[in-house]
Nanobody
Framework: QVELVESGGGLVQAGGSLRLSCAAS????????LGWYRQFQAPGRQRELV?????????AYRDSVKGRFTISRNNAKNTVYLQMNSLKPEDTAVYYC??????????WGQGTQVTVSS
């Protein structure tokens, strides 16, 4: 089992940028698809998938972040990144990484809080 630890969140003004990191305790070479997810604080809102990265580097994003967010992975460092540009207040959430498509319950970490002020 791989432990995933997210970091890099913080408070930023609208229009600003942050880069989140997801460090794995073991090799991610064999993990074909990794994903970034976010959980909003509003009651009733489900955790949503932000984007995916495949082992070949191909990425996919939800429409609301396309053109603003970029996912990358460094297998040598066992780390996945989420570069977030042109941040909006509606991006405020706790961000997590996990397997793509089928996240595993025991892979959820503490997440990292991103707060975007208007």
């Amino acid at each position: 089992q791989v432990e995933l630890v997210e970091s890099g969140g913080g408070l930023v003004q609208a229009g600003g940028s942050l880069r989140l990191s997801c460090a794995a305790s073991g090799s991610i070479d064999s993990i074909k698809v990794l994903g970034w997810y976010r959980q909003f604080q509003a009651p009733g809102r489900q955790r949503e998938l932000v984007g995916l990265i495949h082992s070949d580097g191909n990425t996919a994003y939800r429409d609301s972040v396309k053109g603003r967010f970029t996912i990358s992975r460094n297998n040598a460092k066992n780390t996945v990144y989420l570069q977030m540009n042109s941040l909006k207040p509606e991006d405020t959430a706790v961000y997590y990484c996990n397997l793509g498509y089928y996240p595993k319950d025991d892979y959820w970490g503490q997440g990292t809080q991103v707060t975007v002020s208007s």
